[in-house]
């Protein structure tokens, strides 16, 4: 492939801006520093990309192929989801980021059909991609050293990324288009391309994100044999890099020797806690996609509808409902889920003809440069969707804007003929509306997004008069849930409650519920306005929704045991209280178990619960709460309770 000198296009420079700012664009006021910023800058640059194409691009009718029209479907069966979506504000979230890749798809393939960029461009943009992320990480990476958090918490590499498993697999990624550049670009290009791929493989081994190596493995053990094949069948000169392949082999080696050499490492390595919890995010989801087959939950409502399914196995703060789970770690699940099996189905059609597609471009392969390139497309194919099995490159903008490059790059030599074609600049113009919704959209996510932070600070400070204002401020047409899935009218809930206007904190309570019906601290907020109002029974069945969920939870059970002991109910107590964890640090426990074991000690004869516990009581000295508390337990770890 010829590499000459051509003067760029406006829509070269375009593409260039996107991918250099890509990897360094964060706002460290937001939670998430990098998921509504990129998309709105990705809406910016598509947005101009498209206002280009409108102004200057070639008057060529637009073929609208297989690859199009399967994403189309899966867009359109997104937006039928909506009307199944108990929170259609977070589908709108979802959705724009959808629109968003379609379109810089479409502007890339109408680009690159009409021959206003080349493959180079597009490759050279990338691979700067590659350089600024990989730059950022190793500074990031020599600091870890530095301070000695290389080996005790490799998480807090994260390079611009939001996490060091979306740091991994963003350099991932990249990878593939720096491959091309070594291959394919000359002069200073060709040999900062060669000096990038050592530096990108190195980052991923250290970053030790196991899903990751796991989809290089896999795609470069694809992409190899591969190679012989096609180099028997069409470029019978071309030479495989042995010495090449094998210094990135060895060095890959040589870091797992040293990194599995470390314990810590080992053990990291070799946990399998987060497999363990994704297999219950999976199971639950497969149970979302039985109750909902043909249109799913609703895009975005997969982490609204997750708690439907239960709590139980995982961490004890997602029992507690101190933290909430927002993705299955599966992005083909999530579609499914969220999209229905119709919208899945089109999901993968994407991929399946941009398989077809490579393998027409390997039946008409006439040079190294092109074998070269298509290769290491079914390396970043491959290991995109491999990652996708543990993971969610679906949700971030970068990771979707290199997939789409990478798409784009299977049809670099042209679109093929097809009976829809798009003439004139209309499709454009559409495709711009849609740009700027997702950029209204992300704008407006940022905005709250930022307020939120602030509800978040007001309540951890326990600051009822700030939490107010702020989470009123955050609540938008597109933002009425933080990071984290929790109603922004929870916390004006919660502290109109805290400030004794319990009708208030009612209204907003039953707005919250109505967005997050299956979140545990939203039910439990609204057994506590309840509680206020002395409204017991409509508390305690919130309550229940509650500990339905999880049983486990303990503000749940507590709150349901306080109410009860009120009322003198010391058995319906006491089967709260049962199923906790006497050791637990929660403060209530010392104070309501050993009261509620002493009344039901003292009317055993009235109510004839309980014997087993009864029976281990008799005869015990039992004083204080602490002797309570330590005889509960004994009589948990004698395997006594059931």
Known sequence: MATTKSKQSIFSIIILALFILLPLVKVSTLVDHTLTSRQFLGSIAVGALLIAIILKGPKNPLPLGLLSISFVGFLVLNFISVSNAINPVESWATITRYLLMFSFL?????????????????????????????????????????????????????????????????????????????????????????????????????????GVWLSVFIATFTSTVLFFILRKKAVANAKFPFKLVGLGAGIAVLLLVVLFSASGVQESVSDTTNLDKRIIFWENSVEMVKEHPLTGVGAGNWKINFPKYGLGGLDYNVVQGITHVQRPHNDYLWVMTESGILGFIFFIGIFVFAFWRLAANFKTITSKEDMAIDLALVFGLLSYLVFSITDFPLERTSHNFLLMALLALIFRKGLPASKINLAGKGWAIVLLGAVVFSLTVSYYRMEGEKHSVKVLEANAQRNAQGIIPEAEEAINPFYNMDNFANPLYYYSSLGKLVLQRPEDALQDGLMAYDVAPYNIITLTQMGNVYKTKKEFDEAIRYYNLATDIS????????????????????????????????????????????????????????????????????????????????????????????
């Open 106 to 210: 479409t502007a890339l393939l109408y680009l690159l059909h009409t021959k206003s960029i080349t493959a180079i461009d597009l490759i050279r943009s990338i691979v700067l991609f590659g350089a600024a992320a990989g730059l950022i990480t190793l500074f990031n990476l020599l600091q870890a050293l530095g301070s000695g958090e290389f080996f005790t918490d490799i998480y807090t590499v994260k390079g611009n990324f939001a996490h060091k498993n979306l740091l991994s697999s963003a350099l991932m990624l990249a990878l593939p288009f720096v491959i091309m550049g070594a291959a394919v670009l000359d002069g200073a290009w060709k040999k900062s391309s060669l000096v990038l791929v050592f530096l990108l493989v190195i980052e991923i081994f250290v970053l030790r994100t196991r």
């Open 551 to 642: 049983p486990n939870y303990e503000i749940g059970r507590f709150s349901k045991a306080e109410l009860y002991l009120n009322e003198n109910k010391y058995v319906e107590a006491m089967k709260e209280l049962w199923v906790l964890n006497p050791k637990t640090a929660d403060p209530r426990m010392k104070k309501q178990l050993p009261y509620t074991m002493q009344q039901l000690y003292a009317t055993r004869a009235e109510h004839g619960q309980f014997k087993g516990l009864m029976g281990y009581m008799d005869g015990k000295n039992l004083k204080t709460p602490e002797d309570y508390i330590q005889l509960f337990d004994e009589f948990v770890r004698s395997g006594s309770k059931s």
